[in-house]
């Protein structure tokens, strides 16, 4: 999949053995740069269940429990 991204925003992808990909992005406007990035996000947002997703740095996020088997 391919997203267009403006001129004034500078895409870097770093990826290191072992751990998943990270994007960085830079600009001089924050508001065009925060709607870039929820863009991106809403590629693959982040499912409780597994967690797997696109997540910004730092972010927490909430874990569900499964389906639990009842033994009768």
């Known amino acids: 999949m391919y997203l267009a991204v403006p001129e004034e925003i500078k895409v870097t992808a770093v990826t290191e053995k072992g751990q998943n990909p990270k994007v960085y992005l830079e600009g001089s406007d924050k508001q065009l740069l925060g709607d870039v990035a ?20 730092g972010e927490q996020v909430r874990r569900k429990a499964g389906k639990s088997s009842s033994k009768k």
Do not use: H, M, N
């Not at 991106?40 to 797997?52: A, D, F, N, T």
């Open 38 to 57: 929820a863009k991106i996000r809403s590629l693959r947002k982040v499912e409780p269940y597994k967690g797997k997703g696109i997540r910004f740095i």
